[in-house]
């Protein structure tokens, strides 16, 4: 008997699996907030010189009339943001009077905001405007490096420590660490804490997804991974509710960040993946919880029945094996074009709490027919076609005009819906592809692969200094690259997970499929690992 035959004779999806995965899934809501965080946090608004410090004139430097004859117009007719002129021109008072020629200088003295919408943000706390304007999206860029290096490093553990270790300390690290975001005043210790925000998110996605599919017998497993992508998307409306009522850049912080302390409380209870537990030899411990599910999902009599036998296996990485790359690249250019389209929301000119709602929205019906498609005609169609998809919608807004900002972000959300899509069942993909013994190892090696696409996408989006054609043609070209990539690997629908390098490699060279992968793919009875399953005792 196959593990996932154990699963279905010991309740199926029953009380414990729906439970188990509430549990899991509750902190990825939040989760999202942090990923999306410095659409708030760090939100730019309108701003202005401030006047010289020693300028006796005694006039107030908010009044239209003084900020006229202090600060040049762009060329939209606004205050210039990052220039003044170095004397005040009074004459540009007079009705249709103009100057040409007058000689401007930098915000020597700092910046006036407009706080109307935003009280505080670290841009107007730091003054990351102007010739600092750089640092804001480095900030960004220091997140997403935590979250490639807790890709390699809690992928790493989970496979030698177990699931359940690395995904409790995730959460109490993310809550401190977010607490401590909020609490420090400097801007080097908000990326350094910020940092190591980020590497939780790898942390917590990488072994949540792991633990859910490993518990979650074969016939369950799509729609619990696709209910992480609606966890994630829930994530984002609650985001922009809570910055709605919650405008202080510290306080937001804070408040998305505590409530990680009450998930690792509750961690504690959650078992550890019986898969992993039989292929590390540790049968005693995985018989305590199987028996614990059994009872759970009210099959206490045929938990009862499992006994341990002496022997065991420990799974063995080769040293000389390699990982799927083929897994990889897709990840790099779905995160590169997601996060391209989902970082700076302000860019599409409206409200961006309205834009972030939008946003969040979209993907619930994109979600329902990725979830539709992968059930019945496969992950590899489905991937493939929702990353084509959203590369030919992020190159068609480049021909909507920038006036029509309503079709151009309706647009963008449609593109960001299907990448969203792709985004959550390429994590699934990715988890039924490697076997259970390297499987972490394989996630968090295709997770380093999308977290350098997120690292890239700020520096496609400051493509645009140069043509603004070049970011979208960017994202979108390697979306539709990748997709096409997805076409050549195996699919995985229907089929049991693998436990072993060796079933991986016999499903590879024997070509299986169907049923004959159902029936010989996995090939790791529960004897081998050391535990005989539903035996009568006397």
Known sequence: MAFTDLLDALGGVG?????????????????????????????VPRHHCQSPANHTVATDNDSGAWLRATVPLDRLGAPEPCRRFTKPQWALLSPNASVHGAATEGCHDGWVYDRSVFPSTIVTEWDLVCEARTLRDLAQSIYMTGVLVGAAVFGSLADRLGRKAPLVWSYLQLAVSGAATAYFGSFGAYCVFRFLMGMTFSGIILNSLSLVVEWMPTRGRTVAGVLLGYAFTLGQLILAGVAYLIRPWRWLQFAVSAPFLIFFLYSWWLPESSRWLLLHGKSQLALQNLRKVAAMNGRQEEGERLTEEVGGSSGTVSPGMKLDRSAASPRFSNSLAYYGLAMDLQKFGLSVYLVQVLFGMIDVPAMLVATTTMIHVGRRATVASFLILAGLMVIGNMFVPEDMQMLRTAQAALGKGCLASSFICVYLFTGELYPTEIRQMGMGFASVNARLGGLAAPLVTMLGEFSAVLPPMGFGATSILAGLAVCFLAETRNLPLLETIEAMERRVKGGLSGKDAEEKGEEISLQQLGVSPLRETI
């Open 15 to 43: 009380r414990f699996q729906l439970v188990y995965t509430a549990l899991l899934l509750l902190p990825c809501c939040l989760l999202a907030c942090h990923n999306f965080l410095q659409n708030f946090t760090a939100a």
